[in-house]
């Protein structure tokens, strides 16, 4: 599935979608890695990733734990930076346009790329209302009851709205760890990005609020680009449309092994780690 | 080898000294406020709270004039101590992993660590001799001086207790690192922060010796910024060395006085700041 790209380094990227190369004047849609690489001080912690996240589409992330799954998609919104120590190198195309150009401004960016964390965290200070609020508040935003709409939406989005709408005024950190990344959930939809990391929404969430989520996934991808970090096979399997399996090698640098269609993946890797991991005889 | 019943004995021989140097400092503070009560007390009446001292030898007279300097020494502090300690402490906790922080940090601790009256000698050099005179000014900057590395170091380290997973929560939705500081993480601080604030306040509103070389004392009321100002602690320490058995009493009822307002204000604060979480 891998070809070669029109982009000008040379370097191949994965293309699925023939019409999609062009359909832009040229320039390829979505979120493009090309050789990236991420440091945390001395240790490489991913190695020449290129990945190519499509819109409209739920691309999911697999592999085993500390193979740097979330190293990869917090480059995707330039907060891997903020990390004292931290380095990233390569290039990363969001629309065709460089995310680590000079020119860009890493807050910007991610008003358009959203993230939900790995572990639920809620402002500890605000109110449920303000949790959801505050993205677009401290933006610069509105007010009254176009705010009230927002928060509600989001809310019910993340299958919230129904154990919290009662209780808006009290702090986030109240809720139960499954509520709260909920909530996180919410408060992420609330500034309406283009594109939505997810890493492991589902892990804290019983297998309800883990379907309301799933059904939230399938709908948001009518608009939205969405990645998401599973371990849970299943889950990647129901969700999304393409899978990246990453491994960590000798040097513990995570590595892309393979990426596809998901139903390829699942039935048909080409990778015998792949399958390996995927049919559970891996560590 | 100890037995079982020597090691018992010894565990309640550590306890009990424990508990009696627990119980020590206790009844040291006890004994300071009850005395302090005692004696201070029957000083205390609307005439000693509102009016100016008296000329030596007639009785009567109040520290209308030591308490408002005070209130006037420590909001000057406030106003100069809390924004430089506070903008320092954000600094060193966002921004200080670097050499330049811990330079800053250790200067901080070392300014901590000054005795008090070489503030107020360094203020008279700076403030005192180039104005002219002494002056609440002076007072207030020296106060401020003592105050800021209190203020700096402690809101630093409530900063540094809020998760940097809150940090990156704020930047994760585009919101500037400026803004997610003082709107999500300082919030979360802010109990460290004010127990900052109200030990940097209580420490200054007591200091004598850097007042003696710039607020000087003055037995007139509030006469402007430029000049000597009275405040409790120097007023206490006058009267208290005095030969008169009156200043002595009054002496006494300014101290009791000093130790409410300290008390007050931190109540009242306390009160405040909680209100808005
Ligand atoms: N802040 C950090 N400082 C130093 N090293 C880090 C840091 N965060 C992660 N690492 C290292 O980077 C590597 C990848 O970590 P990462 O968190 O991306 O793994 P992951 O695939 O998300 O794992 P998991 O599935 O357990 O969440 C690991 O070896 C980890 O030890
Ligand atoms: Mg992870």
């Known amino acids: 599935m891998i070809k070669s790209s029109p982009l000008p380094t040379g370097v191949t990227v994965p293309v699925r979608d023939e019409e999609r190369k062009v359909s832009n004047g040229g320039v390829q849609e979505g979120l493009v890695s090309i050789g990236l690489n991420a440091w945390y001080g001395r240790l490489l912690a991913i190695r020449n990733i290129n990945i190519h996240f499509e819109p409209k589409h739920v691309t999911a992330i697999i592999g085993p734990s500390g193979c740097g799954k979330s190293t990869l998609i917090r480059c995707f919104n330039r ?6 120590g931290a380095r990233v190198s390569g290039q990363v195309l969001l629309d065709g ?8 401004d890493p807050v910007q960016l991610r008003r358009r790329i959203g993230m939900v964390f790995q572990r639920p965290n809620p402002f500890p200070t605000m109110s449920i209302f303000d949790n959801v609020a505050t993205g677009i508040k401290l933006n610069g935003g509105m007010k009254g009851s176009r705010l009230a709409e927002i928060v509600e939406r989001s809310l019910r989005h993340a299958a919230l709205w129904d154990e919290v709408k009662d209780k808006l005024r009290n702090t986030g950190t109240d809720l139960s760890g499954g509520q709260q990344q909920r909530l996180c959930i919410a408060r992420a939809l609330a500034v309406e990005p283009e594109v939505l990391l997810m890493d492991e929404p589902c892990s804290a969430l019983d297998p309800i609020a883990t379907m309301k989520i799933e059904d939230l996934i399938r709908s948001l991808r009518e608009t939205y680009m969405i990645v998401i970090v599973t371990h849970n096979m299943q889950q990647a399997a129901r969700v ?4 990246g399996f990453m491994l960590a090698a ?3 640098a995570g590595e892309l092994i393979e990426f596809g269609p998901t139903p390829q993946m699942f039935t048909n890797p080409k990778d015998k780690r792949t399958e390996d991991y995927i049919t559970g005889r891996f560590g | 080898m100890s037995t079982y019943a020597t090691r018992k004995a010894t565990n309640w021989i550590m306890l009990g000294l424990c508990g009696l140097c627990a119980i020590t400092a206790t009844v040291a503070l006890i004994a300071i406020l009850s005395y302090t009560i005692a004696k201070g007390a029957p000083a205390i009446n609307l005439q000693f709270l509102t009016s100016l001292p008296q000329p030596v030898g007639e009785t009567g007279g109040g520290i209308s004039n030591a308490i408002l300097g005070t209130l006037l020494l420590v909001g000057l502090a406030c106003v100069i101590g809390i924004p430089v300690g506070l903008l320092a402490g954000i600094y060193l906790s966002e921004f200080g992993g670097h050499r330049f922080g811990s330079v800053v940090r250790f ?6 660590g000054v005795p008090s009256i070489v503030i107020g000698m360094f203020v008279y050099a700076l403030v005192v001799i180039r104005m002219g005179s002494f002056s609440a000014l002076s007072g207030g900057i020296a106060l401020a001086f003592i105050m800021m590395p209190i203020i700096a170091r402690t809101a630093e380290e409530s900063l540094r207790l809020v998760p940097t997973t809150i940090r990156e929560a704020g930047l994760a939705l585009g919101i500037p690192l400026w803004r997610t500081i003082l709107s999500i993480v300082l ?4 109990t460290g922060v004010v127990t900052g604030i109200m030990l940097g306040m209580a420490r200054v509103a007591g200091e004598t010796a850097p007042l003696l070389f710039t607020a000087f004392g003055n037995r007139l009321g509030f006469q402007g910024l430029d000049n000597p100002v009275a405040a409790l602690p120097l007023q206490i320490y006058r009267y208290a060395i005095s030969p008169y058995s009156d200043w ?3 002496a006494w009822g300014a101290a009791l006085v000093l130790i409410a307002l300290v008390l007050i204000t931190s109540v009242v604060v306390r009160i405040l700041t909680r209100k808005r979480r």
């Open chain 1, 240 to 243: 999304s449309d393409f899978t």
């Open chain 1, 250 to 252: 000798e040097d513990r």
């Open chain 2, 187 to 190: 919030p979360g601080a802010l």
């Open chain 2, 107 to 112: 200067t901080a601790d070392v300014l901590f």
């Open chain 1, 97 to 104: 346009k460089d995310i680590y150009s000079p020119g860009t």
């Open chain 2, 248 to 250: 002595q009493s009054q």
């Open chain 1, 79 to 84: 907060l891997h930076e903020t990390v004292p």
